[in-house]
């Protein structure tokens, strides 16, 4: 289907200059070489007509696209979209635009975007997607791509990123629990290739130690993936191994998968067992058990990224930037003091 | 910043072919062209070099860019990432890539988006963002460039559209509550400049009047947004002026908000006021009070909105095609037969 575009020639014509001189006029950078007057024209003419300029033409000039790709993970959980405003509204501002791309936690998919992502010359990255061994991530340092890791990072690599304080945030709800009389405390961990995964997990072994409390067999649990299904399926098996008065999951997700299984098998939270999650994602206020969970500043978190690639990508730093946001406890109804 | 890209002349100098056979090789059109034996050679040595074909060269040969937009009024809303994932699944299976962007139902930034793709010379669009009177969508019309509305639809245009059956859906909520035995029913209606606000207030007319049923002034308040703080704003102004005991909500964000003010005014759902909601987002079964809605399928509404798009945008139909897709009524337990 044929795209009617007016294109530079037409805004010339109705200015009565030479493309050339239309040209000039309509890029700040070189708008001072025009006569004042011709460019206020120019300007006018490009306005009247609807005039957009052609990216793939600037492109092949500047080489630069002044676009951004945001990988997902899944964009069906509603802790990404939050993040993606923040990235979308920092990068208009220096009018960049993201191309938002969903990788379903699938490596081939993946491959996929990245392949058409980088087909289209796009400036630079920002991955949520990051597992802590990352193929993605290791395409673009070696190829020398502006990128940026949002809430996971990846091990081993020196690559700037945006995460919340997992630590602050898992130790907040140890002390919690710790506070309410809780000693039998169990964890749903998130999976081990992934850095949200193993950062909270350490950091609920250190804060359990912190207290004088430990962390045996019985009372962990890694999830396969950052699900409600898992998080049913890791409490049932929970249930089946321990006599634990707290699960500590590693994120809401899984936390509400625990209360689906908690109600299966006809046990009430919080009397007979707490449950705390991390994020704090939409509806959390909401459930059936209000969830105590950890709040992450899901909007600054995309800023701060997106400050950090903008910076990377204007080339006006080469540093790697590492940015640790400040979390909250959110203390609702699904934890409470042990019945014994 | 300088990026190492593996070029078309690397391939062929691999390969010990020129480029021009290279190129020939590597496009599936041409390859016939080419010497089967060499042609697997050139394969190889792309394979083997990690080559990608610069598309914003291919653009400026086929001026197509097999990139489709899909505008999204509000990224935050779970209603709209299920069908954005039925899109991408399916632009996907013709090598399309989808650039994703909100609008946040703000006009300023939807022409600031659609400007940027356009800039990039996307070939089609998606628009999730319709109002019934669309000023993008008559600036798309008007330059012939294919596009498909989704959820929501445009008036006094021909343009193809995917939605869910409105009218069935909240025909069967009607049935519903009727059939629970209640005769005063009122409605948090939709903004009358969306469509989905038009459609089901039309439709909850038809239903009431079915049933030898009215809608009096008093039970009916428009809401502004489909947001939670419009839901609890309208809920309080029913509560204020009418003795319904059940209330239809537009759609599942109002009816959040609807059960946070019947909380905070002392009254019980469904024991004192019933609430209806539509679309079945996210979490709509986990809620305090899990909410009696209407399903869509959101992301057979996405399969669907791809499909077309792709016809046109391949060129393989002119048509215009508007599906209509069936709903399904979910009975939960926000629904009961009135006190009296």
Known sequence: MQQLRVTLRDVAAHAGVHPATASRALSEATRHQVNV????????????LGYEPDLTARTLRTGRTATAAVLIP???????PPIVRGIEDTLAERDFTALIANTDNDGGRERRVLRAMRARNVDGFILLTAHR??????????DQIPVVTVNRTASGSDVSSVSPDDNAGISAVVDHLVGLGHTRIA????PRTLSTGRSRYKAITAGLRKHGLGLPTGRVVFARAFSEDEGRRCMA??????????VVAANDTLAVGCLDTLRDRGLRCPQDVSVTGFNDILFMDKLSTPLTTVRIPHTQMGVEA???????????????????LPIQLV???STAAPKR
């Open 237 to 246: 098996e929970l249930l089946d191994s321990t006599d634990a008065t707290a």
């Open 306 to 324: 997106a400050r950090i690639l903008l910076d990377q990508m204007l080339g006006r730093t080469d540093a790697t930037k590492h940015a640790v």
């Open 37 to 48: 007057e011709t460019a206020a024209r120019v300007v006018a003419a490009a306005h009247e």
């Open 187 to 190: 964890t749903i961990a998130g």
């Open 331 to 333: 203390v609702r109804e």
């Open 74 to 80: 899944d964009l069906t959980n509603p802790l990404f």
């Open 133 to 142: 061994n990352d193929e993605t991530l290791a395409t673009l340092i070696r």
